[in-house]
């Protein structure tokens, strides 16, 4: 995408405490971890639901209020530094298919697969049809499809690494006993705890730019 400023997608995204110097990309951030984790996590209940699980209606937790799913101190840290997660709660044990769990562990990464490619189609139909107005307001609409777009790209691929707490473990785990063993062992959660440490850390970055690659490919294909 020509004009966009990758690199600061990338800072403003993960350096949050820099927000000031990229309003538009800031509260796009915010705008995008809420309303994709509360869709990410209804995708999760919708699913359970359909496995035969009514927990989710049971604890009330179908709503798109963000409280509920992320709770004060998730939206704290957004906030502040950029960062959030969320929860669903389901049992496994009610749900009718034997990979019930591998599906409703996937449905909250494919949402945020499908917001992804609809926030990027839109704009591509955007400038391809010279909607956008060459303007202030149309660069902020475009750069926040853009953020929108790849936030969520960038979600899916992180949640479907399989390292607990994230939704590939609970995949792999359905479709593999003996991992689901090495998840079940408690002389092996400080290791995944590592693990996922790392991934965040380190990995977090790399994950953005393979978003951003992904997302340019897909708004190629469509222009």
Not at 103 to 121: E, H, K
């Amino acid at each position: 995408m020509q004009g966009m400023d990758h690199g600061g997608i990338i800072r403003s995204m993960l350096f949050i405490q820099n927000a000031w110097h990229e309003p538009v990309l800031y509260f796009s951030w915010v705008f995008t971890v809420v309303v994709s984790i509360c869709l990410h996590e209804l995708a999760h209940g919708w699913a359970a639901i359909w496995q035969g699980d009514d927990t989710p209606i049971r604890e009330k937790r179908m709503t798109m209020d963000p409280m509920v799913h992320m709770g004060g101190f998730s939206l704290i840290a957004l906030f502040l530094i950029g960062i959030a997660w969320g929860q669903m709660p389901v049992n496994p044990h009610r749900f009718r298919s034997r990979y019930g769990e591998a599906l409703v562990a996937a449905a909250g990464p494919a949402m945020n697969v499908l917001l992804s490619f609809v926030a990027l189609t839109l704009l591509v139909g955007l400038l391809q049809w010279k909607v956008l107005p060459a303007s202030p307001v149309g660069e902020n609409i475009s750069t926040f499809l853009w953020a929108f777009g790849v936030a969520n790209l960038a979600l899916a691929i992180f949640n479907m690494v399989p390292v607990p707490p994230l939704d590939g473990s609970a995949v792999l785990a359905n479709f593999s006993q003996g991992f689901r063993n090495l998840l079940n062992d408690p002389d092996k959660q400080g290791i995944f705890g590592i693990a996922f440490l790392l991934l965040f850390v380190f990995l977090g970055r790399y994950l953005f730019v393979g978003a951003i690659l992904l997302g340019e490919m897909y708004m190629t294909t469509l222009s």
